[in-house]
């Protein structure tokens, strides 16, 4: 990972229960997050792949590893942002995720940026 500031990656993440989708009798709490990415660095970059850690409230450890997000590999120039939403089920009704996107500058320098934690809760259940 460098610290290189040509190249900073801005991730905000925000998460939303889906009562919808979601079976509390059945152990099963669905919910989504919307992800925004900012090339806040000098180089354009394309996300070429991400690595999410998703832990319950059970401290149930489970790892997504794969290209792209949401079925792309969005290109982003120097201060453009790429926003997507997906989602996550979970047998607890808390959780978090947190993990990397795997970035190629087009420089040719790869590099990752980290994905700041974020809690997955249904609502009234954290302080």
């Not at 989602?87 to 607890?92: F, H, K, V």
Request: hydrophobic share 35%; glycine share 8%; aromatic share 8%.
């Amino acid at each position: 990972m460098t610290q290189d500031k040509r190249y900073a990656i801005a991730v905000e993440p925000k998460a939303a229960y889906l009562a919808d989708e979601s079976d509390p009798a059945q152990d099963k709490y669905v919910f989504s997050y919307t992800i925004k990415i900012t090339n806040a660095g000098d180089v354009g970059v394309t996300l070429v792949g991400r690595h999410w850690i998703i832990t319950d409230a059970d401290h149930k450890v489970r790892e997504v590893d794969g290209l792209g997000v949401v079925g792309q590999q969005p290109e982003l120039k120097p201060g453009e942002s790429f926003e997507y939403t997906s989602g996550a089920s979970l047998t607890t009704a808390v959780g978090t995720m947190r993990g990397t996107y795997r970035l190629r500058a087009d420089d040719g320098t790869t590099f990752e940026a980290p994905i700041p934690p974020f809690t997955l809760s249904i609502p009234r259940t954290l302080h």
